[in-house]
């Protein structure tokens, strides 16, 4: 019964490796997010998907694509992993977001990135 | 964009102690909710409070919108309270997504 899940929950690999994370809710939300983790624990988004199509987009490098198979989905792929990409990345998810107020976010349980 | 600040950065209490923490935000918010990052890294929504007074328990949380701050109260506190506590607040935009600006956190060791 869980609501927000991501696998893999650890991701160990070398520098200039292509890794993906998935996700996936099953709380019927039509919005779903990832958010990165550095090692101050400071959180920051990176996407933002609504219903398969990408509506945020902070400044990530073009080595991080995201992709979104339908709205219960929202995959990260990474190619040529450096050193600095090694952080928690979590996913999340909420109703539709044009309302006020906003609708709650969800979040993952967290894919622990190691680049060596 | 957003400034979330929250203080204190750091707090230490014996078991059984309350703590207040703080969040102050730079602009007029559409969400703002609390979480807990308990030592396995895993991020529980404690409350989802734009504005108002919420009680859960032992914690509960007020939310002055047009004060622009939030405030988390911890009573009788545990060790299990243990971890961080993360204070996150989305702008009330027009035309944008949704976007959590969350703050540096309070570090937040219960002791026996």
């Known amino acids: 019964d869980t609501a927000v899940s991501q696998t893999p929950k650890y991701l160990v690999t070398q520098m200039g490796n292509d890794k993906s994370i998935k996700c996936e809710q099953n709380l019927g939300h039509d919005t779903m997010y990832w958010y990165k983790q550095d090692s101050k624990k400071f959180l920051k988004i990176m996407f933002s998907?609504?219903?398969?199509?990408?509506?945020i987009n902070e400044t990530v490098p073009n080595r991080f694509s995201p992709k979104s198979p339908d709205k219960a989905h929202l995959n990260l792929h990474i190619n040529s992993l450096e050193l600095g990409d090694s952080a928690v990345y979590f996913c999340a998810s909420s109703q539709v977001g044009y309302s006020t107020p906003a609708y709650e976010q969800y979040f993952g349980p967290g894919t622990r990135l190691t680049v060596t | 964009g957003i400034q979330v600040e929250q203080s204190p950065p750091d707090l230490i209490l014996q078991e059984g102690a309350n703590s207040t923490l703080r969040c102050n935000f730079s602009d007029s918010v559409n969400n703002l909710q609390w979480f807990h990052q308990n030592p396995w890294g895993q991020l529980i929504n404690l409350f989802y409070i734009p504005s108002g007074t919420k009680q859960n328990g032992r914690l509960s949380a007020t939310t002055v919108a047009t004060e622009r701050y939030s405030l988390l109260y911890i009573s009788s506190s545990q060790t299990t309270d243990s971890g961080v506590y993360f204070c996150a607040a989305q702008p009330i935009l027009t035309g944008g997504g949704n976007k959590l600006t969350f703050g540096t956190g309070t570090q937040l060791k219960v002791e026996l």
């Open positions: 998907y609504n219903n398969k199509e990408l509506i």
